[in-house]
């Protein structure tokens, strides 16, 4: 069975102040991540996966498998960072089967 | 390119009714996912549609079915409705040629309420 937790339903952070949003996965083969975001009335859409190790918006986040983390990072954040991101998860042999936690709400306040 | 489109974006249902939601996908893409979004259980995948074939499947009851046309278009069916079937419905869609493991591109979504 495959799983993601993403601990926190709220952070609230200043602008300018570091972010990180966690997210942890359980899977026994080799997982694909990726970040969505939901900006405010606007369509799910990806942020960043973990094979491209691209910097999208200032945002990073590193596979680590050892402590089977994906966490999303960004060293200084924007009010238009405020938005609901979602990790993904998808397992090999599992086609286009996409598992999602469940959320975490950024908000940041001046 | 024009993004995923989803038909209708409201719907307002009964119990007992049945209900069909369409989607188009981007041009090219094969592959057309569905999630149902709640607030209480999150997103959940409830299947996939490649090559007209139904490649994967949620936990979801019998309830709920789809099919693809051979341009890639897809509805999906929820017979029988339950309060507990009022939802955002979304579909998503990518190439469909790498296993899955591709990104997948959501359409707006279309809400869902049964009273």
């Known amino acids: 069975a495959q799983r993601v937790t993403q601990p926190e339903k709220l952070l609230s952070v200043f602008k300018g102040a570091p972010v990180e949003l966690k997210c942890n996965y359980s899977y026994s083969g080799s997982p694909e991540l990726f970040w969505y975001v939901q900006y405010s009335r606007q369509r799910l859409q990806l942020l960043l996966r973990?094979?491209s190790r691209e910097s999208i918006k200032g945002f990073t986040a590193d596979l680590n498998k050892g402590e089977t983390s994906f966490h999303l990072k960004k060293p200084f954040a924007q009010e238009e960072d405020s938005a609901m991101y979602y990790c993904a998860l998808s397992g090999t042999g599992t086609a286009s089967k996409l598992t999602f936690g469940t959320g975490t709400r950024l908000q940041v306040t001046l | 390119k024009a993004g995923v489109t989803q038909t209708p974006r409201y719907l307002i249902k009964t119990r007992g009714q049945q209900v069909t939601l369409s989607c188009s996908p981007i041009s090219g893409h094969r592959s057309v996912s569905w999630y149902q979004q709640t607030p209480g259980q999150g997103l959940q995948f409830l299947f996939e549609y490649f090559s007209e074939t139904q490649r994967n499947k949620g936990n979801f009851p019998g309830r709920f079915s789809g099919r693809q046309f051979s341009n890639s278009r897809s509805e999906m069916n929820v017979s029988t409705l339950e309060l507990g079937d009022s939802a955002l419905y979304l579909c998503a869609s990518s190439l469909g040629v790498s296993g899955g493991r591709e990104t997948q591109y959501f359409g707006p979504g279309t809400r869902l309420l049964v009273l």
């Open positions: 973990h094979i």
